[in-house]
């Protein structure tokens, strides 16, 4: 008979996954790097009377990297196993209210947040949960999980879905979980024992205002279910009392996507690409530090008085100074001490220049020289992007990841409900329909989820109007409908109703040569059509200028 889940026995797993995160120093790493990508790096050096200069070069190459890595946009393709009505009908809906959800959870917004925590902190992680409030039915929310407050049952597998069980910790005001609890119909001595607690883990700061919140985990197990598959159970607790008692949620799937920057043998936890190069800033920081201060106290000429012939100097002007014999061998004119070492400097560039070099961001990348040759550019960046194509892959399989886990809550709590889809005639023309539709009933197992992820870049756009003008230019393309279809939308104002004129006009010089055609037996051409319909309708251009 398998064990009662308590808040006690949540609380020792709870504690067995810190005492892993302390193995291996995660909480200490965590904070070191947090404090050196904002640029607090000289946090806790006792040096008052050393300038505190930071050369934040860090945090450039890992804004490099993230930005890198989200100019792709995420689009996913739902694609039915078997060709059907019925199939292709649902994989609308799935394309229509997949897109919806993603906008409404700010989703692409919050991965740039995930993918950020993942370059810094070592993973990024999702989790997701169904709010019943939100909206008219109800839909799903994402929130951006710290990876010291999301804990694996197995920390030696980096799996989320082949994990025995999931810990995420929240931290929220004891007010609010008493009213969730007494929501969920907990009694009143449960709620009663929901006290403060600290959390020194996740933020130094948490213990100012430890009096107002308390650590709730919410803990994710797989249990068997009635048709041989198993399902997610989940229960909501804090150290001594139990907020959300064990439910089924019925998904077959974590509601946590996680994704390690770079993987570590036998740890579910990634490294950050700062963590082994923080040395490298501390120097280059040190040594800006002491070059300073040494301009400051050599760089200006020292001034050198006899003491034996002048009593006391007096800088101020105007002011008369006594001397004892001859004045001009009283002072000396000035005293400058040897320059300080242009080894320095350049030490200070080549560690700043190698350790960017290793990290895969060179100047070509960073965008640090003249760009006369804009080829070689192109290729010298392409091949510093060349290191992230194992991060890139990650990101793209964390989405994939995202939509399973989006699909599956889709199945479980849409039920029927009312929704626009996408749709597109035999003309081509695309349009909206509602729909009446049941989540519940198409085959999932069956279905065939494609994640595509291409860039979207304000650069590969410009170069995709490019390539259309020049295929138009060279007579490749001769449709004006085609090419305006294979310019981005928001380049050409009232681009749809510019496209539905010209189909207007087409089929219009279809019909007149038709009827040409009749009246006179000879080969009627499409100049013919053209011309017949400019002298009764006016120039395209007219009607484009109309729309």
């Excluded at 992680?125 to 710290?146: L, M, S, T």
């Excluded at 150290?239 to 439910?247: M, P, Q, R, S």
């Excluded at 220049?353 to 895969?360: H, K, W």
């Excluded at 279809?510 to 013919?528: G, L, Y």
Aim: charged share 25%; glycine share 6%; hydrophobic share 35%.
């Amino acid at each position: 008979m398998k064990d009662k889940i308590t808040p006690e026995s949540v609380w020792k797993e709870y504690d067995r996954g810190k005492s892993y995160n302390s193995g291996i120093d995660l909480y200490n790493k965590v904070e070191k790097n947090e404090d050196f990508y904002i640029g607090d790096q000289w946090k806790g050096i006792n040096a008052p009377d050393l300038e505190h200069p930071t050369l934040n070069f860090l945090k450039r190459v890992v804004s490099y990297f993230i930005s890198q890595i989200v100019t792709d946009d995420v689009a996913v393709q739902f694609a039915p196993s078997v060709s059907s009505d019925e199939a292709e009908l649902a994989c609308r809906v799935f394309k229509t209210e997949f897109d919806r959800v993603l906008e409404t959870t700010k989703a692409k917004t919050k991965s740039r947040d995930m993918l950020r925590n993942s370059a810094v902190d070592g993973d990024g992680c999702f989790y997701f949960y169904f709010d019943a409030d939100k909206g008219k039915y109800g839909d799903p929310e994402i929130e951006v999980v710290d990876n010291t407050k999301t804990l694996f049952g197995n920390p030696f597998v980096k799996d989320a879905q082949n994990q025995p069980y999931i810990l995420v910790v929240q931290r929220k005001p004891i007010n609010a979980v008493k009213a969730e609890a007494e929501a969920n119909g907990v009694s009143k001595d449960n709620i009663e024992s929901i006290t403060s607690d600290s959390a020194d883990y996740y933020n130094e700061t948490d213990s100012e205002s430890s009096d107002n919140l308390c650590t709730v985990i919410v803990r994710f197990w797989k249990e068997p279910a009635g048709d041989g598959k198993s399902t997610i159970h989940f229960m909501k607790c804090t150290e001594h009392a139990v907020i959300k008692e064990d439910t089924d949620t019925g998904y077959r799937l974590y509601p946590v996507a996680w994704m390690p920057w770079e993987t570590v043998k036998s740890s579910y936890h990634g490294q950050s690409p700062l963590t082994g190069l923080i040395p490298n800033q501390i120097f280059v920081n040190k040594l800006w530090a002491m070059a300073m201060e040494y301009c400051k106290r050599m760089a200006f000429p020292k001034l050198i008085v006899d003491k034996t012939k002048i009593a006391k100097w007096d800088n101020a002007v105007g002011q008369t100074i006594d001397v004892v014999g001859d004045p001009n061998t009283a002072v000396a004119s000035s005293f400058k001490p040897a320059d300080m070492s242009q080894q320095v400097l350049a030490l200070v560039d080549k560690t700043i220049s190698y350790t960017r070099d290793f990290m895969g961001a060179s100047d070509a990348a960073l965008g640090n020289i003249r760009p006369e040759n804009t080829s070689a550019i192109i290729a010298v960046q392409k091949a510093s992007a060349a290191p992230l194509e194992l991060q890139r892959m990650s990101f793209y399989q964390f989405w994939e990841d995202c939509a399973n886990i989006i699909l599956e809550m889709m199945r479980v709590d849409f039920g029927i409900r009312t929704v626009s889809v996408d749709t597109v005639d035999e003309n081509g023309i695309e349009g909206r329909e509602t729909v009446e539709f049941n989540f519940e009933a198409p085959d999932y197992d069956g279905m065939a989820l494609n994640v595509d992820v291409g860039a979207s870049s304000y650069w590969s756009e410009l170069m995709q109007i490019q390539t259309a003008d020049s295929l138009l230019m060279n007579g490749v393309l001769t449709d004006a409908v085609t090419y305006l279809e294979t310019i981005p939308d928001h380049y050409i104002r009232n681009k749809q109703k510019i496209i539905e004129k010209l189909r207007e006009q087409q089929a219009l010089q279809a019909q007149m040569a038709q009827r040409v055609s009749a009246q006179n037996p000879r080969e009627i051409t499409a100049d013919d059509g053209q011309q017949m319909y400019q002298t009764k309708q006016g120039t395209v251009e007219n009607m484009m200028g109309g729309a």
